[in-house]
């Protein structure tokens, strides 16, 4: 009879939620073997979502061993008011966000040094200057501001896939990118100019 508790507080009828609650309680506790089970259940659901949202599917299969390497390590700090799928995937998409700054600074770096390697003195000099001012307007935004610009611009989210990260509703993503957009132009009048 207790197995079919879940179904009466609207968790899945077979218990999936509850049993992958257990198993982080005993993964919590140092249980290897509960571990391999877990890591079994999420890894093709995570490479399924990381390969959905992810521009580098080189690095998905890293991204997952990350997520369950933190997984391990924190299984102690689970909230159970959450479901583990929600603090799962969350912990996915997080290290996904960071596996792909890292990409994508070294993709630019590499970029730039190629670049910086075929124009004039002067014209890397004005480039940089106005990297330089970006950067500075952009770490004056609040940081909510700051998080949807990074998630679109930097990392190629949809405004869906940031409120999902982000943990909020899409229209309240596509406010903060309306202000923080205005908020730019107004610090940087100029560079809006130059680009047009």
């Known amino acids: 009879m207790a197995q079919h508790n879940g179904a009466r507080t609207g968790q899945d009828p ?8 257990r198993l982080l309680a005993r993964v919590a506790l140092g249980d290897a073997r509960a571990f391999d089970a877990l890591f079994r259940r999420y890894r093709p659901r995570l490479r399924r979502y990381l390969g959905a949202h992810m521009r580098r599917p080189d690095l998905v299969d890293e991204i997952v061993n990350d997520t369950m390497l933190v997984v391990w390590r924190r299984a102690r700090a689970f909230d159970i008011t959450t ?18 700054a890292r990409a994508n600074r070294h993709v630019a770096a590499d970029a730039s040094e190629a670049a ?4 004039s003195p002067e014209h890397a000099a004005s480039r940089g200057e106005r990297r330089r001012r970006l950067r500075a ?16 611009y930097f990392q190629g989210l949809s ?19 309306f202000h923080a957009r205005r908020r730019l132009r107004t ?10």
Do not use: F, Q, Y
């Open 137 to 152: 307007a952009i770490a004056s935004l609040g940081p909510e501001h700051r998080a949807v610009l990074e998630l679109a």
């Open 187 to 196: 610090l940087l009048p100029d560079l809006e100019e130059n680009a047009a």
């Open 14 to 21: 077979r218990g999936a939620p509850a049993e992958e609650a």
């Open 116 to 119: 910086d390697a075929e124009e």
């Open 83 to 100: 479901r583990v799928s929600t603090w799962i995937i969350g912990i996915a998409a997080r290290t996904g966000l960071k596996a792909a």
């Open 159 to 177: 405004c869906r896939e940031a409120a999902v990260v982000l943990r909020c509703p899409v229209d309240t993503v596509k406010t903060r990118m």
